[in-house]
Structure formats: structure tokens, C-alpha cells
């Protein structure tokens, strides 16, 4: 290859290399949920600052619906009502829709697996309300008393959270993989492997080294925190090595058939069955870590 067209190759390839969508209506919405990670990050620091995790059935929910839907929804619906893309085709809305689909699943049937494998523990007295898997994970007979019962608030809060997360690796997945389009075909795949992989045990690293602080551990807690950190963190970035890659694909391109909402409802429910494969592979090979 003459040097006049490597050069432009390599001209092309940083051209190509971005930090948002080639797709304006999802790059808008990437940029956007962006924007919620230092608010998520005030709220969810406000509420454990001033002792509201510790509250009732009604409270403890709407403190969860507020944190995810009129930030994420309402406002995203207002900002966008003009433009020449339809909510139901929107980037903004299928995300969310994938994420709550996707959130149901992994909160109503793998969180039986956090608080028996890794060892999770919710303690919220004064909240009446609860819904998960009747059976799979601890014996129902006990699972209040072992504090292992998963409130319904925490479908919503696991929304905001899981929202953050894909938002920022997606981005910053994207922009490492940028790098490499100059690279090898094999190469090329084996380094998208590892981007994947590096950024799901990060995120979920991630969430048990911040969320699980003093002022929170009063109701949501690890038995052994060093545990989960070092080997539930490998455990818990199953999750994301299926979602991130999967919701990354969504409406990427410009020259891709944009996702239905029928198809963004089964790519997140299909991720939540495999990985709940891997984490029941987990507690069947290795078994609990605590």
C-alpha cells in the first residue's frame, strides 16, 4: 500500500471514530441520558443523606417511580415532541421499554440468585409489598425473616440504575471500538470481545463499591462486601456481557431497520433468559461465594 493511501485510510478510520451514534435520533438520546447520570447520582445521594430509603410501602415506591420516569420519560416525551421521529419509533422510549422489560426479569428471578449466591440482603421494615420468584431462591417460608424479599420499589430504582449503566458503556464502548476499524477483521473481534468484557466488570464493580455505603447499608447490604467485589463482581457482569453488545445494536446505523417495540421487548426478555443461564451455571458449577 502506497503511503498516499495509507494515509488516507488512516484518515478515514479517525473519522469514523465517535463517541455517539452515526444515528441522530438514538446519538440525541445518548446524549441526553447523559445528562441524567449527575442527577441520578444527587438523587439517589439525597434520598440515603436524608434516611427516606427507610419508609413505607407508598413512599418507598414513589421514590423509585420519581427517580426513573419523569426524568427519563415525561421529559425526554416534551423535549422530543416536535421532532420528525415518532415516540413509538423513538430511541428514547424503545430503551426504556428494554430496560424495564429486561429489569423485570433480572429483578423478579436473579436477584433470588444475589441473595443466595452472593449474598444480598434488603431489610425494609416498614414496607408491605413485595414481589419475586416463588420458586426459585430461598424458601419462601423464611426468605421475610432472611431479609430476602425483593420490594416492589426496586423494579423501578433497578430501572434508573440499569439506564446509567448501558448509557455510558454503550458510549464509551463505542469509542474504544472506534480504534480498532483500522485493525484486522479477527483482531478486531477479539478486541470488541474484551471491550465488552472489561466494561461489564466494571459496572458491576462499580455499583457494589458506590451504592453499598454507610448511609445505605441499613437496608440494602453484602454479608461478606470484600466477596462480592473481588468474585460477585464477575457473577454479577453476566448480566451486562448479554445486555451491553445486545442494546448496542439497537438503531445503530442509519442503514439498519429500526427496532419495534415488539422487537425491543424480545431482545431484553431474551437477555434476561440467557443471563439466567449463566448465573444458574454459576450457582450449579461454583456455588455460593459466601
Not at 1 to 13: A, F, P
Not at 45 to 72: E, K, S
Not at 245 to 271: I, K, Q, T, V
Request: net charge neutral; charged share 15%; glycine share 4%.
Amino acid at each position: 500500500m502506497s503511503e498516499g493511501n495509507e494515509m488516507t485510510r488512516m484518515t478515514s478510520v479517525r473519522t469514523r471514530a465517535r463517541w455517539f451514534s452515526p444515528n441522530p435520533d438514538k446519538a440525541w438520546a445518548e446524549k441526553f441520558f447523559l445528562t441524567f447520570v449527575p442527577v441520578f447520582f444527587i438523587y439517589n445521594g439525597v434520598i440515603q443523606w436524608l434516611g427516606w430509603l427507610d419508609t413505607n410501602t407508598f413512599w418507598h415506591v414513589a421514590q423509585n417511580f420519581c427517580m426513573w420516569v419523569p426524568y427519563c420519560i415525561l421529559l425526554p416525551a416534551w423535549l422530543r415532541r416536535d421532532s420528525a421521529v415518532a415516540w413509538q419509533d423513538s430511541y428514547w422510549f424503545k430503551f426504556n421499554l428494554y430496560m424495564f422489560v429486561f429489569v423485570f426479569f433480572v429483578t423478579y428471578f436473579h436477584t433470588e440468585y444475589f441473595f443466595d449466591v452472593l449474598g444480598l440482603r434488603y431489610r425494609f421494615d416498614d414496607v408491605s409489598l413485595y414481589f419475586d420468584a416463588a420458586l426459585v431462591g430461598p424458601d419462601e417460608a423464611t426468605a421475610a425473616a432472611e431479609y430476602k424479599k425483593v420490594p416492589l420499589g426496586m423494579y423501578l430504582n433497578a430501572v434508573a440504575f440499569f439506564i446509567v449503566y448501558h448509557t455510558v458503556a454503550i458510549v464509551c464502548m463505542r469509542r474504544v471500538r472506534s480504534i480498532t476499524l483500522g485493525w484486522l477483521t479477527p483482531v478486531r473481534r477479539i478486541a470488541w470481545i474484551v471491550i465488552v468484557t472489561l466494561s461489564a466488570l466494571f459496572f458491576a464493580w462499580a455499583e457494589t463499591r458506590l451504592y453499598i455505603t454507610q448511609a445505605a447499608s441499613g437496608n440494602v447490604w453484602y454479608v461478606d462486601l470484600d466477596a462480592m467485589l473481588a468474585w460477585g463482581s464477575v457473577f454479577y457482569s453476566m448480566y451486562f456481557l448479554v445486555s451491553f453488545p445486545n442494546l448496542f445494536r439497537m438503531d445503530e446505523e442509519m442503514s439498519d431497520s429500526r427496532w419495534s417495540l415488539s422487537r425491543a421487548c424480545l431482545e431484553a426478555s431474551a437477555a434476561g433468559a440467557i443471563s439466567l443461564l449463566l448465573i444458574d451455571l454459576w450457582a450449579g458449577f461454583l456455588g455460593p461465594i459466601v
